[in-house]
């Protein structure tokens, strides 16, 4: 063999080599790892909860998280974030076998948006909705978290009620086309958030019967839920056509499964025993700092996986 045509074959040889290890290395990052924990539910963290684990960077945070085992990762503030950004988490997902869960389409807690008739604010609302359509797309996202902000102390309720429901079927019509759903989410007033018109899942519950679209649904937070009414899972049941999407944390201290008074293991039972297909957010923080709390609360989910 000539020595031109000895490298020439060579090179091409070292090429391949090179293209095939580098579709391994892509072929790796989109399947989780083997010792992966097999979650029976879709368990979602988001940004800043494994950051000692796996760093600052949003990409090795999804890396890491899928890793350990978790198919989903939601982020409250995804709008926030550049263009750029939302593309490339978007595609790291794509590659790790993750799905979107929510991002805040609209929340506002110092005003009466929903349930008065100031016409500009409505308006702003609206406009909320149609910049969340674009950011769904571009992220691949189905759900998004929708606040009816606080009520008004000197107009009756069911007053604000019906105005509130009348908003939201203008939002209905906007996401509809698209086949998204924005979700309410109702948020306790005796420790987090008080003044806030929508509280409590029967409340919910009427306003989306009411509303009528397959585009607006309820968001069932465990940690509010049990801190506004508790009695979850017969709540669960009787709301459950219209649930979905659930989030999380223990009470009292918002933090993981195993740090408070819920019995996530039943919870996370029911679910699956009802076969919701959907994520589950892990919207707590965590109860020990650094990695050693990182840890933990990996073991937490595992343990209330257990069932």
Not at 151 to 164: H, I
Not at 232 to 253: H, R, S, T, V
Not at 274 to 282: A, E, L, N, P, R
Request: charge should be negative; glycine fraction near 8%; aromatic fraction near 10%.
């Amino acid at each position: 063999m000539k020595r031109r045509e000895f490298f020439t074959q060579a090179g091409l040889l070292s090429a391949g080599m090179i293209s095939g290890a580098a579709a391994l290395r892509a072929e790796d990052a989109a399947q989780p790892s083997a010792s992966a924990h097999r979650f029976k539910l879709k368990y979602a963290p988001h940004f800043g909860m494994f950051k000692h684990s796996a760093g600052e960077d949003p990409i090795d945070q999804l890396k890491f998280a899928a890793e350990q085992g978790f198919t989903a990762w939601e982020d409250n503030n995804m709008k926030r974030r550049p263009v750029e950004m939302q593309q490339k988490i978007a595609r790291t997902m794509e590659q790790l076998g993750m799905q979107m869960g929510v991002f805040v389409a609209h929340g506002d807690f110092s005003k009466t948006t929903f349930v008065g008739q100031d016409q500009a604010a409505r308006e702003a609302v609206l406009n909320d909705i149609r910049e969340s359509v674009d950011v769904a797309n571009r992220v691949n996202a189905k759900w998004m978290t929708v606040v009816p902000d606080s009520y008004v102390k000197n107009l009756e309720w069911d007053y604000q009620t019906a105005n509130c429901i009348e908003l939201l079927k203008r939002c209905a019509e906007i996401f509809e086309p698209h086949g998204l759903v924005m979700v309410l989410e109702s948020l306790n007033w005796w420790t987090d958030h008080p003044g806030l018109f929508l509280h409590k899942i029967p409340q919910a519950y009427q306003i989306c019967r009411a509303v009528a679209s397959p585009s607006c649904k309820i968001l069932f937070d465990i940690y509010h839920q049990q801190i506004s009414e508790g009695n979850l899972i017969p709540n669960m049941e009787k709301a459950w056509d219209e649930i979905a999407y659930f989030q999380l944390g223990d009470n009292p201290g918002r933090k993981e499964p195993g740090t408070g008074e819920i019995n996530f293991r039943n919870i996370f039972r029911y679910l699956h025993d009802k076969g919701f297909q959907g994520i589950v957010g892990m919207e707590h923080g965590n109860s020990r700092p650094g990695i050693e709390g990182e840890q933990a609360v990996i073991d937490a989910y595992i343990a209330a996986d257990d069932f």
